[in-house]
Nanobody, 119 residues
Framework: QVHLVESGGGLVQPGGSLRVSCAAS????????MGWYSQAPGKQRELVAL???????NYQDSVKGRFTISRDNAKNTVSLQMTNLKPEDTAVYYC?????????????WGQGTQVTVSS
């Protein structure tokens, strides 16, 4: 099992910055990738940023140049540094882990943390 615990989130003014973090815990797993997804009210959850154990990253086009994802493989943690935030970034941000468990690659999710960008 993989348990994800998130921290961060909050209310930020447009142009501001915020950092959200997530830590994976449990046993019997090996992380392949960790990432962040966002879900606005009435919208589907979508990928914001993803980082693989080897360091490769993927970003949603709308956040390229503004958000930076990083991770500590030894601690199985991932962080998303968000800068130049826009009202359109307002959403619940979910930590995701793609982990090998019992020979299967499975997805695990955090509880979500609210990020609100508003003046």
């Amino acid at each position: 099992q993989v348990h994800l615990v998130e921290s961060g989130g909050g209310l930020v003014q447009p142009g501001g910055s915020l950092r959200v973090s997530c830590a994976a815990s449990g046993s019997g797993f090996s992380i392949n990738a960790m990432g962040w997804y966002s879900q606005a009210p009435g919208k589907q959850r979508e990928l914001v940023a993803l980082i693989f154990s080897g360091g490769s990253t993927n970003y949603q086009d709308s956040v390229k140049g503004r958000f930076t994802i990083s991770r500590d493989n030894a601690k199985n943690t991932v962080s998303l540094q968000m800068t130049n935030l826009k009202p359109e970034d307002t959403a619940v941000y979910y930590c995701n882990a793609q982990a090998w468990v019992l020979g299967k690659l499975r997805d695990y999710w955090g509880q979500g943390t609210q990020v609100t960008v508003s003046s």
